[in-house]
């Protein structure tokens, strides 16, 4: 009674396609009666042909695609073709669906592990979590009185220093998460807040208050508990002097690194930085001169921590966000190893490193090398590099250039980015945990990537990998799906299969759009953020097996 106007079969290239996909899965081409019939469904519920393959039977393709007339929006029509380009990816890619990929995951360990941690985070339990927005630690959520305002990179280090001493001490707490100002625009309720906009900032019984020493002096007084962490004048006079000697240290331990970092190296110069003769610049001489006296207190307390005691203080949690970043910096800029097996110099520096990667409040907070390098030029300058070879060596490793980031992997202490045990649970568990946050956020994990061949937003900031207003290509949408559906059934099958599973992927995306599916992999590679997204581990095997899929690409 109602049939489709003739200026709808003007879709040809559309209605074509649909045709082609019917054909080809046995689906019922429906027509709409009543005042919906402008348009036309593919009820793809369940395939009509008994005949059909055993997986495109298993997908059943469940979302109805509604095809405009011509006349409609162009927006609108661009849509309906992206969906029914994606439903065909689906079917024809040799890739299992996502529904396949979640059902292979539900078995594994790691991602119940995983699972339940969700569970417990919702509930302001379980482990310390870069995705936690409440912290109860036994107490009830109407005796919570401070809010954590924190970087959303989760790379901040005097977000990082605030937020282990709160999970330290285990008190109740929320967290809101702002931008750091290189990488977008804060949120005007915060600016409100906090005209500066700086971070970290508490807010405690309706006060704000920034500047992360004075928070943690704050926190210390307002919840003293079983775990002191600032010595008193009146409590221990001798050990409240020995910690503001410790905090003078390393603000000169700072100073002489960003001296090293952030100015060449060679020649003198202006500032007499230059070593001249080809040897270690005075920079260089001075900053580890001053890591020499920081390794000489390190070993005056029994234990691994500077006060002593059976936990890190206020001034562990002082140093350690800063020396994490110069571990990395001064190997990528400098070609100087500070930790691992190739570092000997600073035996007491590295036993307090592994005594901090034994707790889990700096395990959920710790960054990884990449992430340092690509972060710490926003916020403090470029680095120099020297062009020697342990540079050039460090600089591939930690840019994933060569072998560093192609399967398969090598990882341990043994590294010139040292990974604990305690922080690597083996290649299994990484790459389960890898497929775990790519399966669980596929379809918003594939419009990211898909930036890559799309256009950069207008508004640009300070880090060049950060771009929020940029507009992905969503024409490659379909291809670069049944790629991220292939690098997650790689991550599941493990590293000796996931190459394999990689190239079959690659395989099927059109050799016109290769190269584009390629830099949308690219694009997403070079933004996994640790440990924002994920572990180290897990990012490495991720990356890996990106690049597996990348150079099928080629």
Not at 531 to 543: H, L, V
Request: include cysteine; charged fraction near 20%; hydrophobic fraction near 35%.
């Amino acid at each position: 009674t109602n049939p489709v106007p003739n200026s709808y079969w003007y879709h040809v290239p559309v209605l074509g396609q649909m045709l082609h996909l019917q054909n080809k899965l046995g689906l019922t081409l429906v027509q709409r009666s009543g005042p919906s019939a402008r348009t036309q469904t593919v009820n793809a519920c369940r395939p009509c042909n008994p005949t059909v393959g055993k997986r495109s039977s298993k997908a059943r393709l469940t979302q109805r695609l509604s095809i405009e007339p011509f006349y409609s929006t162009t927006s609108t029509r661009h849509q309906s073709i992206r969906s029914l380009k994606t439903v065909m990816a689906a079917t024809t890619s040799a890739a299992p669906t996502w529904t396949d990929l979640k059902e292979q995951l539900a078995s594994s360990s790691t991602a119940k592990e995983l699972d339940e941690q969700v569970k417990q985070l919702a509930l302001g339990a379980g482990k310390p979590d870069t995705n936690a927005k409440l912290r109860l630690f036994g107490h009830q959520e109407s005796e919570v009185r401070l809010t954590l305002y924190r970087d959303h990179a989760a790379w901040c280090p005097y977000c990082q220093k605030v937020w282990m001493m709160c999970e330290e001490k285990q008190i109740p707490y929320r967290i809101e998460k702002i931008n750091m100002r290189s990488y977008g625009d804060k949120p005007d309720w915060f600016l409100k807040k906090v005209p500066s906009g700086l971070l970290p900032v508490i807010e405690i019984d309706g006060q704000m208050i920034t500047e992360s020493l004075v928070i943690m002096q704050i926190i210390e007084r307002e919840y003293p508990g079983d775990k002191v962490m600032i010595p008193t004048p009146d409590s221990d006079p001798e050990g409240f002097k020995r910690a503001n000697g410790l905090l003078r240290l390393e603000r000169e331990l700072f100073s002489d690194w960003c001296s090293f970092i952030f100015r060449p190296s060679g020649g003198g110069g202006l500032f007499g930085i230059g070593g001249g003769g080809g040897g270690p610049s005075s920079a260089q001489k001075n900053f580890e001169a001053t890591l020499d006296r920081v390794e000489a207190e390190l070993g005056v307390a029994p234990g691994p921590w500077f006060l002593g005691g059976t936990h890190p203080t206020l001034v562990d949690l002082q140093y350690v966000s800063h020396v994490e970043r110069m571990v990395a910096s001064v190997l990528y800029w400098k070609g100087l190893q500070v930790r691992g097996e190739g570092a000997a110099r600073w035996p007491n520096v590295e036993r307090w490193f592994r005594a901090f990667e034994e707790r889990p409040s700096y395990q959920a907070t710790k960054s990884d090398f990449y992430t340092h390098v690509r972060d710490i030029p926003p916020q403090y300058g470029p680095g120099y590099s020297d062009d020697n070879a342990q540079t050039k060596a460090a600089e591939e490793y930690v840019s994933g250039k060569g072998a560093a980031w192609r399967l398969p992997l090598d990882l341990g202490m043994h590294q010139l980015e040292p990974v604990p045990p305690e922080m690597f649970a083996g290649e299994t568990p990484a790459c389960h945990e890898a497929a775990w946050s790519l399966i669980g956020n596929a379809a918003a994990v594939t419009r990211f990537a898909c930036r890559g061949a799309g256009q950069k937003g207008k508004k640009q900031f300070q880090a060049p990998l950060a771009d929020p207003y940029a507009t992905p290509n969503l024409d490659l949408e379909p291809e670069v799906d049944a790629l991220l559906r292939g690098v997650a059934h790689g991550l599941l099958l493990g590293p000796s299969k996931a190459e394999a599973a990689a190239a079959e992927a690659a395989a099927a995306v059109g050799s016109g759009k290769k190269a584009a599916a390629a830099k949308c992999l690219a694009y997403l590679r070079d933004r996994v953020g640790v440990p924002r997204d994920m572990s180290y581990p897990a990012a490495t095997y991720f990356r890996a097996t990106l690049n597996a899929a990348i150079d099928h690409l080629k």
